[in-house]
């Protein structure tokens, strides 16, 4: 049977981009504030090779803004989600629940991860 820490790194790994829209959600990050999280939150250390990708991927799609946080050397990229983000995000957590009252009579998953 699978430990609860290895069930946690699952979900949270497996629901990653709905977790790091709903952390961004409540206020722009950079990609290691999202590590640290995790890891506090959840017990689950992402690597940088996870977590940094994801964001381009993100960006990419319109759910986040990056803007770099010096605009005279390379620092730290602060990420935002956007409106069309918070659109996904919403669905994303409707779609969620509506699978898993088809697993219970009830929603057993809230929408406040942050």
């Known amino acids: 049977m699978e430990s ?9 790994k497996s629901f ?11 206020s722009p990050r950079w990609g290691f ?17 996870a977590i940094y990708p994801l964001l381009y ?4 799609s319109g759910y986040i803004t990056g803007t770099w946080d010096s ?5 730290k990229k602060i990420y935002q989600i956007t409106p069309k ?13 509506l ?5 219970h009579s009830k929603p057993v998953l809230k929408t406040e991860l942050a």
């Open 4 to 12: 609860i820490s290895s069930l946690n790194e699952r979900i949270v």
């Open 16 to 26: 990653l981009d709905l977790y790091t829209l709903q952390l961004l959600s409540g």
């Open 33 to 49: 504030d999202i590590i640290v999280e995790a890891k506090k939150k959840f017990g689950v250390i992402l690597s940088p090779g």
């Open 57 to 60: 991927a993100l960006e990419e």
């Open 71 to 75: 605009p005279v050397r390379r620092g």
């Open 85 to 97: 983000g918070r659109e996904y995000l919403d669905a994303a957590w409707k779609a969620v629940n």
């Open 99 to 103: 699978t898993l009252e088809g697993l």
